[in-house]
Each structure stands twice: as C-alpha cells, then as structure tokens.
C-alpha cells in the first residue's frame, strides 16, 4: 500500500528524489516515514512527516534530506542532497508507526563515485 521508487547511483555530494506512492485508501490518516536499512543493521527512521505537514528528522540527516507531501498525488517524497558513503542503503517507505503495513521492497540507494 506503500510503494517506494527512485533509486539509484548517485555521486558523494549529489542529489536524489525518492518517491513513495501511498494507497488512496489510508492517505491522510497516518503520519508516513521514510526509512532505510544495510546489511546488519537494524532499519531506521530517516524522516517521517504528519498529515498536518509536522517533520520528525533523524539528526544524521538534518539540513540534507528533505521530506514533503503531495495530496493531488497521494505521494511523500523525499529530497536528499548532499549525499554521503554512509546514506547508501535500502529506503523504504512505511506508517511511521508504532504500526505498520507490510514492508515493500524498498529502492536501492548507493552512493559512490
């Protein structure tokens, strides 16, 4: 009910736009998050945004990425800029929970030059 697209490869200190395309069925009930994981991690919050347009960013990536809402689209997106090594991983859109629908595949984000 929660599909992310938009990855790819990106240069250290490029920019990518992840879009996450939300079912028309829950879309402006629930707060949604984007989120990421790498191989033995645990998965994180990177930002989540509210229906009534509240931001909750995680500190490693304050003042880079940059989540915003379209209603006409049913979509959040997120603007990363300034990418690092260290944001290459796969992002997943979800609730931003306590609950959450079943995870998507995610889109595969690597940062490298």
């Known amino acids: 009910q929660l599909q992310a697209s938009g990855g790819g490869l990106v240069q250290p200190g490029g920019s990518l736009t992840l879009s996450c395309a939300v079912s028309g069925r829950i879309w402006g009930i629930n707060a949604e998050g984007w989120y990421r994981q790498t191989p033995g991690k645990q998965r994180e919050l990177v930002v989540g945004i509210s229906t009534g347009g509240r931001r909750n960013v995680a500190d490693s990536v304050k003042g880079r990425f940059t989540v915003s809402r379209d209603n006409a689209k049913n979509t959040v997106y997120l603007q990363m800029n300034s990418l690092k090594p260290e944001d290459t991983a796969v992002y997943y859109c979800?609730?931003?929970?306590?609950?959450?629908?079943?995870w998507g595949q995610g889109t595969l984000v690597t940062v490298s030059s």
């Open positions: 979800n609730l931003e929970g306590p609950i959450f629908l079943p």
